[in-house]
């Protein structure tokens, strides 16, 4: 059988490859702007359904305790109930009051950028021009964090003059955050597995002090190794081959406490 590669002209595969990942590159950040719009605006409007149940009630702060108990209790899966982030939600729609500027402009960066900007700056005008620059040049969080601390808006700045409809470059950092959004996975349940594949990526960028851990004699075969039995696909977190007990050991990653039904996996 010929070499495929050897059927396809390099230079016009190259190009047609590069387009490709392009766009998914561009479709992913899509995606993930749209989750994330959901989740900034959800969380404005629970922050503005505290603030006016506290007018009206006449509610103190013990209520979000209560409330963050009793939504953890009906979504266990998302972190983002906590009494802190409640607090941070509240805080958040007393800052901008107008549901307008989140749908135009602040839903654009992921959440923990927004709580950064609210302990940092206290100034709403000083506040929108640094999530301007943000989405402009695709600044993440820590970048973020180093412009404030530098005072960049004092040597730079000027106020928001419009909201154009920017969206960051698929490479840029704050692309990178957008679509690994630890409360975007809270929102769509899929925290543990977004965790589990974290955990993952990270041993597998360190095999060799893996390797060295695990001992003499293991070879590394494959992440999320595919496996086809009778018709159903089984992916294999990692696979190993030992050397000197000719056999194959799956690792199967967990980010939880162990379970006993874990054993039998």
């Known amino acids: 059988m010929p070499d495929l590669s050897s059927l396809l002209p390099e230079e016009n595969y190259s190009a047609f ?5 392009s766009k998914i590159r561009r479709s992913q950040v899509l995606a993930a702007t749209a989750l994330n719009k959901e989740v900034i605006l959800l969380y404005w409007q629970i922050g503005q359904k505290i603030l006016q149940q506290q007018r009206v009630q006449g509610w103190g702060a013990k209520v979000i305790a209560r409330l963050a108990q009793d939504l953890r209790r009906e979504f266990p899966q998302m972190s983002g109930f906590s009494p802190r982030n409640l607090n941070y939600m ?19 960066i992921p959440w923990g950028h927004h709580v950064k900007l609210l302990d940092a700056v206290k100034d709403t005008k000083q506040r929108l021009w640094y999530v301007q620059k943000t989405i ?8 973020l964090a180093m412009q404030i601390d530098s005072n960049l808006y004092q040597r730079q700045g000027e106020a928001v003059t419009n909201f154009d409809r920017v969206l960051p470059l698929p490479q840029s950092d704050l692309a990178r955050q957008l679509i690994k959004d630890p409360y975007s996975f809270d929102f769509l349940s899929l925290a543990e597995n977004a965790q589990e594949r974290d955990l993952e990526r990270g041993l597998i960028d360190h095999i060799r002090d893996f390797l060295l ?18 018709g159903d696909e089984f992916f294999i977190d990692l696979l190993f081959y030992h050397l000197k007990l000719h056999c194959y050991v ?16």
């Open 90 to 108: 509240r805080t958040f729609a007393e800052a901008y009051a107008s549901e307008e500027i989140v749908q135009q402009l602040l839903h654009k």
């Open 213 to 230: 851990e695990m001992g003499i004699g293991f070879a590394f075969v494959g992440s999320q190794y595919r496996l086809d039995v009778e």
């Open 136 to 143: 402009e040049n695709g600044w993440s969080r820590s970048i």
């Open 250 to 265: 799956v690792i199967d990653l967990k980010v939880t406490e162990f379970k006993p039904e874990y054993s039998g996996k």
């Open 17 to 21: 490859l590069g387009d490709l990942k």
